[in-house]
């Protein structure tokens, strides 16, 4: 498992994703789409990926 991980803030069209290494350090942060998103996370190497959601981000 790589020494990363990708924190992932849900909204209807595009997501707020932020990656970053178990030390702190910044290693990208971008703003995708649902489609980008799904393409984006299925070439990551496996790693702790974290969900921060509102209440309506369900809609």
Known sequence: MKDMMI???LA???FQ???ALRTGK???RKRLTRT???VFMAQQ???LVI???CGSAHY
């Open 51 to 53: 969900f921060e959601a």
């Open 36 to 38: 980008q998103f799904s």
């Open 17 to 19: 994703v932020h990656g």
């Open 12 to 14: 209807k069209n595009a």
């Open 7 to 9: 924190g992932v803030d």
């Open 45 to 47: 190497e496996p790693c």
């Open 26 to 28: 910044v290693q990208f």
